[in-house]
């Protein structure tokens, strides 16, 4: 029988939240960071999306045959591993020196608004981006 297996990367934006799986509309499961899950499955095709609140990803389409061991990964939004973690970094850093010191940095201020913003995109318009599956 085939098999599907579900990995999912650690991230800093999601770290403390489960991500649903839903196969061809059904749900499956509930992930976590860092966990591997696997399923048996029947031969056929099949429709994999993930969702989290609101957001969710792009259907992964893909077909399995008698003996085959399908390896899919999510991930979040690209770069989110990066962005979070430096748009509060500036976040602090800007506040920091304002209220210490009264120094008001547009580009501190600028950059971290672009941050925060490339963030919103995903969260808003761009929601059934924020999480990316991937067949490895």
Do not use: H
């Amino acid at each position: 029988m085939p098999k599907l297996l579900i990995r999912r990367n650690s991230e800093w934006a999601n770290k403390m939240r489960s991500f649903e799986l839903y196969l061809n509309g059904i749900k499956i499961a509930d992930i976590k960071d860092r966990q591997n899950l696997s399923f048996e499955i029947p031969e056929g095709k099949y429709q994999l999306i993930a969702k989290i609140d609101w957001c969710g990803s792009q259907p992964l389409n893909f077909e399995v045959e008698k003996g085959e061991v399908k390896r899919i990964e999510i991930r979040g939004f690209i770069y989110s591993r990066y962005l979070l973690p430096a748009a509060i970094f500036l976040g602090f850093l800007y506040f920091g020196l304002y209220f210490k010191f009264q120094y008001n940095s547009l580009v501190l201020a600028t950059t971290m608004m672009v941050l925060f913003g490339y963030m919103m995109y995903f969260m808003s318009f761009g929601r059934n981006q924020y999480l990316r599956l991937f067949e490895i």
